[in-house]
């Protein structure tokens, strides 16, 4: 039995559809640590208080309050810059927790938004990915969307195109979820196999 797994990370641009591929692998019986999740946990928990300390009013009744919190760092990167050394540890901290439990699974995946740009260490890269119009197309209908909250978004995060380039495998994800669920098969099939070898 190995002593650590192997690990999956997973990313993709908004609306690539990141989400449903990290569902098709737990679907496949793989451990899934979903940041974003973590970080949606956190904001009604533990990170409520250290978040109010620094942002003051960013909270209510105990939770960050998301609206509040964006207005206070929208379009101030060293805001962002505070936010996210409060919260990254947290989150690593979570992620320690879920690797320490796992410690015996032969693969988990580590669903992470900004695995690249942080420089995640992983032991394969897979990238969710769609056409540019499939994924503008699928952002901009979501409540709330903008064309220039879309494009501030893009401008945040690394290219798909650069995402793709550093990528182990890819999942397709404009072409259905039978489609997206087979390659994942063959990804996991693949990896199997080079963990035999």
Request: glycine share 6%; no cysteine; proline share 5%.
């Amino acid at each position: 039995m190995p002593d650590k797994p192997f690990v999956i990370g997973l990313t993709g641009s908004i609306g690539m559809g990141k989400t449903e591929t990290a569902k098709l692998f737990a679907a496949e019986s793989i451990p899934v640590f979903d940041a974003d999740a973590e970080v949606h946990d956190l904001y009604a928990g533990e990170a409520a208080d250290v978040i109010e300390a620094a942002f003051p009013g960013a909270t209510k009744n105990g939770t960050v309050d998301r609206p509040a919190l964006s207005r206070q760092i929208s379009g101030d990167a060293e805001a962002l810059k505070r936010l996210e050394d409060l919260v990254h540890p947290l989150v690593a901290a979570r992620k320690a927790e879920f690797l320490a439990r796992n410690k015996g699974v032969p693969i988990v995946v580590l669903d992470i938004p900004l695995l690249l740009e942080t420089g995640e260490a992983v032991d394969a890269v897979v990238v969710a990915t769609a056409p540019h119009a499939v994924q503008r197309t699928r952002v901009l209908a979501r409540p709330g969307m903008t064309e220039a909250k879309f494009n501030a978004l893009l401008a945040r995060q690394m290219s798909d195109a650069q995402k793709r380039q550093q990528a182990h495998y890819l999942v397709m994800t404009d072409q259905g979820l039978d489609h997206a669920h087979e390659q994942v098969k063959m990804i996991l099939a693949d990896i199997r196999n080079k963990l035999r070898a």
